[in-house]
């Protein structure tokens, strides 16, 4: 084991490719998609000579793999005045000491917040926890984890290069995904051809799903929620249980904000929902002041804000300091995660905004249970009530499908993530559909809503935990001073 010194994380060298931010047009470039069709069987195929990397597979996943399920122990055996027999023994454990992950995350760069805040943190406590029983047992052998991380500098190109590098140079056993949507569908395009397990992060499947369906995506398992498969379907119910009429959207110009909102146009106009204007935002915008101002005179009954932290932070603030408050407001990344809701600039202002996700520490005792470990190990401004009890039973899915293996060869995990019915943190009954993505009866919710500095699921019963919506939400006056108000 290396020391913790030693284990300080590895970061690429500062100008591996240049440092700039991706625009809708790079990401397009990139991912091999023209307009808003998606074709990742040919796009993606060809990203690899696009960064580098060439179209060569590896077979069966990192070098350090070693030993198949059944194993002949010993070669035929001649007894005594009988027959040869072979004795068959169970799988043979791995020569190796260890397990080694690789991964490229946004460390620094515009979408480090989500390291920081949202998968980041999961892993690192589940490594911890994993360690500390003595590591992941693989055919009767313990081997602690260790992570090989790079920082990717929230660059799309260094984050293909560097998932490359981690497979084809340091080979590591397996990889996590990226920061991000569009990164999540680059580096999917990458695993597959590589014949390497890519478990989503923080990033949807939307663009994938086609792929996934044809069965053009085998190693690819996607596991957090997302627009249409989960979130906008749900919202268009509460949109007709709470008799909302008329939205306006904005979202964020890349790959995330461009699945969401049409996906929320679909299903919210499904609905009976009239949407009202529908306003991209380029990332790292500044002033969004015109936007707000626009929306306020449509004067719409629920404003969806499907963008990432930063630029939802300063929509919020924006709305605030107009005294613009719609009757309901859904934000996208952000609205979720604690650190957002108790930012002083706010003051408790988001009580009756609702967020995508979702959880609650009321779900289940065993959410409880991991809200308050991890509390306990971070701090309460680090937890995220949309994937961080989906990141966790992700990977206790993943150490479970390994262990059922008896191996660490990826063709044979895969085979048992794709079948295996798990109990994990967030679910008793933890388990894929045919096409790789998470059951949606294995979440606690989609759609959560602040009550109190508290996050309560406000999907229908089940998932329920609070017995009122508040709506129309409270003014941000109102919901700075605590207010308890609800007329659902």
């Not at 306020?296 to 939802?312: K, V």
């Not at 009580?351 to 979702?358: I, K, L, P």
């Not at 991991?370 to 401004?381: L, M, N, Q, S, V």
């Amino acid at each position: 084991m290396r020391s913790d010194e030693e284990e300080a994380r590895e970061c690429t060298e500062e100008g591996l490719v240049e440092d700039r931010e991706v625009s809708r047009r790079d990401f397009l470039k990139y991912a091999g998609v023209a307009g808003a069709v998606i074709g990742v069987g040919g796009g993606l195929g060809g990203l690899l000579a696009a960064c580098g990397g060439g179209t060569t597979t590896t077979t069966g996943g990192a070098t350090t793999t070693a030993g198949g399920p059944t194993t002949t122990a010993g070669g035929p055996t001649t007894t005594a005045g009988g027959p040869t027999t072979t004795v068959v023994s169970g799988p043979e454990p791995p020569k190796q000491d260890k397990i080694v992950i690789g991964a490229s995350r946004s460390i620094s760069g515009i979408s480090a917040f989500f390291d920081q805040n949202a998968f980041g943190p999961a892993y690192r406590l589940w490594i911890k926890d994993v360690n500390a029983a003595g590591g992941i047992n693989v055919a009767g052998k313990k081997l602690p984890v260790e992570i090989k991380e790079y920082d990717d500098q929230s660059v799309l190109d260094n984050a293909t290069r560097n998932l490359i590098k981690l497979i084809d140079q340091d080979k590591v056993d397996f990889v996590f995904a990226p920061t991000s949507t569009a990164f999540l569908f680059a580096a999917a395009g990458v695993c597959n051809a590589k014949k390497y397990i890519l478990m989503s992060a923080e990033g949807g499947a939307t663009s994938l799903e086609k792929e996934m369906e044809a069965g053009k995506m085998p190693y690819v398992f996607q596991f957090l929620s997302y627009s249409n498969h989960n979130q906008m379907p749900v919202m268009g119910g509460l949109c007709t249980e709470l008799g909302i009429k008329t939205a306006s959207f904005m979202y964020i110009d890349d790959l995330h904000g461009i699945e969401y909102h049409s996906q929320a146009e679909i299903f919210l106009s499904s609905a009976g929902v009239k949407i009202l204007s529908d306003t991209a935002v380029p990332p790292g915008i500044k002033d969004v002041s015109s936007i707000i101002k626009k929306i306020q005179a449509e004067n719409p009954d629920l404003l969806c804000s499907f963008q990432y932290p930063p630029e939802n932070g300063l929509t919020l603030g924006t709305m605030m300091q107009l005294n613009y408050n719609p009757k309901a407001v859904l934000l996208g990344p952000g609205g979720s995660f604690q650190v957002f809701y108790g930012d002083p600039g706010f003051k408790g202002a988001l009580d009756g905004c609702m967020f995508e996700g979702a959880w609650s520490p009321k779900s289940t005792p065993a959410a409880k249970e991991y809200t308050d470990k991890f509390i306990a190990e971070f701090g309460p401004e680090h937890i995220d009530y949309w994937g961080a009890l989906i990141y966790r039973a992700e990977l206790e899915f993943f150490q479970q499908a390994i262990e059922t293996a008896a191996t660490l060869d990826q063709d044979k995990i895969a085979d048992v993530m794709r079948t295996q019915h798990v109990k994990t943190v967030m679910s008793d009954d933890t388990f894929m559909n045919p096409f790789q993505i998470l059951d949606n009866s294995s979440y606690a919710g989609q759609i959560g809503q602040w009550q109190n500095g508290f996050p309560q699921v406000i999907d229908p019963a089940p998932k329920r935990t609070t017995a009122k919506i508040w709506y129309p939400k409270p003014t941000w006056a109102e919901a700075g001073a605590g207010s308890t108000t609800s007329t659902s």
